[in-house]
């Protein structure tokens, strides 16, 4: 299985940044796919996951109304569209693939089997 992450960058306060997961090595439309991101010194936070099926979506509180987590399963991807972003949104930014979808675990990092390699998203204020 490889998850492969891309679209971060360098950005101002208040831009927008799309990023992308490309998934092989596993049946994709079977996966619930999820963001999470980590900032030097802090853990790794959930960030956004969306559920096989019919693709129900979940999002931590602090993005909610700026971020959109969507996929393609007929391409394999998982994207996070990020509006208005702000300085504390700068961090490494992972896709992960869960196998199950159990909801309760659905924002645990535990719950995921596979991860991507992350891509930087950096916010200058």
């Known amino acids: 299985v490889q998850l492969q992450a891309s679209g971060g960058g360098l950005v101002q306060t208040g831009d927008s940044l799309r990023l992308s997961c490309a998934a092989s090595g596993l049946t994709f439309s079977s996966y619930t796919m999820g963001w999470f991101r980590q900032a030097p010194g802090k853990e790794r936070e959930f960030v956004a996951a969306i559920r096989y099926g019919g693709g129900r979506t979940y999002y931590t509180d602090s993005v909610k109304g700026r971020f959109t987590i969507s996929r393609d399963n007929a391409k394999n991807t998982v994207y996070l569209e990020m509006n208005s972003l702000k300085p504390e949104d700068t961090a490494v930014y992972y896709c992960?693939?869960?196998?199950?979808?159990?909801?309760?675990?659905?924002?645990?990092?535990?719950?995921?089997?596979?991860w991507g390699q992350g891509t930087q998203v950096t916010v200058s204020s």
């Open positions: 992960a693939a869960d196998r199950w979808g159990i909801l309760s675990s659905i924002d645990s990092s535990d719950a995921y089997e596979h």
